[in-house]
């Protein structure tokens, strides 16, 4: 399934995925074969992939330790989980966990030809595809919800309570925060938030707890940074390059 409608663009969004692979042409087929993901090659000869609605773009890096443990979760949404865990049986996943959510709602979690762990979530007609859900993990969900919230002003539902969850700045992604599961510490699975001004998010990171890691100036020309939050997760900031 594929959407020819451009990307939201807008300030908190996320919007790009960098994911470890062992060898880039046998993820990016997998992912496109499984996910219905569009694959592109781009003026360098890196490969790159939009997501099943268009919206989340992203690439595969060679030499990055993989995400074998669920710290930091990402998650897809398909149209069935049950035909989706053939394919990806075939494909030679590994199937991690299997859970019912009640109704018709079912997630799962796999690997990838990287051996990477991430998720998938049964939403029928939602954009097969689609990447959907991030899951941070937390030592107290109010405090890093809070950060996320003053940094990246993100709405929160259930505020107060150990079910609080996110939109992102577009209404894309959503998520939660998570207890009881190890932080991402290193930029394996690296997930980057669009930002309108990274210097001023750099700032905002720092006076409420968190740590920036990479400074703006290291992915030159591209304006990008990464940062810790208050919990150890390491995620990334990206700037859309003037037009």
């Given at each position: 399934?594929?959407?020819?409608?451009?990307?939201?663009?807008?300030?908190?969004?996320?919007?790009?995925i960098e994911?470890?692979?062992?060898?880039?042409?046998?993820?990016?087929?997998?992912?496109?074969?499984?996910?219905?993901?569009?694959?592109?090659?781009?003026?360098?000869?890196?490969?790159?992939?939009?997501?099943?609605?268009?919206?989340?773009?992203?690439?595969?890096?060679?030499?990055?330790?993989?995400?074998?443990?669920?710290?930091?979760?990402?998650?897809?949404?398909?149209?069935?989980?049950?035909?989706?865990?053939?394919?990806?049986?075939?494909?030679?996943?590994?199937?991690?966990?299997?859970?019912?959510?009640?109704?018709?709602?079912f997630?799962?979690?796999?690997?990838?030809?990287?051996?990477?762990?991430?998720?998938?979530?049964?939403?029928?007609?939602?954009?097969?595809?689609?990447?959907?859900?991030?899951?941070?993990?937390?030592?107290?969900i109010?405090?890093?919800?809070?950060?996320?919230?003053?940094?990246?002003?993100?709405?929160?539902?259930?505020?107060?309570?150990?079910?609080?969850?996110?939109?992102?700045?577009?209404?894309?992604?959503?998520?939660?925060?998570?207890?009881?599961?190890?932080?991402?510490?290193?930029?394996?699975?690296?997930?980057?938030?669009?930002?309108?001004?990274?210097?001023?998010?750099?700032?905002?990171?720092?006076?409420?707890?968190?740590?920036?890691?990479?400074?703006?100036?290291?992915?030159?020309?591209?304006?990008?940074?990464r940062?810790?939050?208050?919990?150890?997760?390491?995620?990334?900031?990206?700037?859309?390059?003037?037009?």
């Open positions: 399934m594929s959407n020819k409608k451009g990307p939201t663009l807008g300030n908190g969004k996320i919007c790009y994911i470890p692979a062992i060898n880039v042409e046998e993820s990016a087929v997998f992912y496109r074969d499984i996910f219905g993901w569009s694959i592109r090659t781009r003026g360098d000869g890196s490969m790159a992939f939009d997501d099943g609605i268009n919206e989340v773009s992203g690439t595969w890096v060679l030499g990055r330790k993989p995400s074998t443990e669920p710290g930091l979760m990402l998650s897809i949404m398909v149209d069935s989980v049950a035909e989706t865990l053939e394919a990806l049986k075939a494909s030679g996943s590994k199937i991690v966990s299997e859970m019912a959510l009640g109704g018709d709602q997630i799962a979690w796999f690997t990838d030809p990287g051996e990477n762990v991430l998720g998938i979530y049964q939403h029928p007609g939602g954009g097969h595809g689609k990447i959907c859900y991030l899951e941070i993990p937390a030592d107290d109010d405090k890093s919800a809070g950060f996320y919230e003053a940094v990246f002003n993100w709405p929160l539902r259930d505020k107060g309570t150990e079910n609080v969850a996110f939109d992102d700045g577009v209404g894309v992604v959503s998520g939660m925060w998570t207890l009881d599961r190890k932080p991402s510490p290193e930029p394996g699975l690296l997930i980057y938030i669009m930002m309108d001004d990274v210097a001023a998010s750099v700032n905002a990171i720092t006076a409420n707890g968190g740590r920036i890691i990479q400074p703006i100036g290291m992915d030159a020309p591209e304006i990008t940074a940062f810790s939050d208050l919990f150890g997760n390491v995620l990334g900031l990206y700037q859309e390059p003037a037009s």
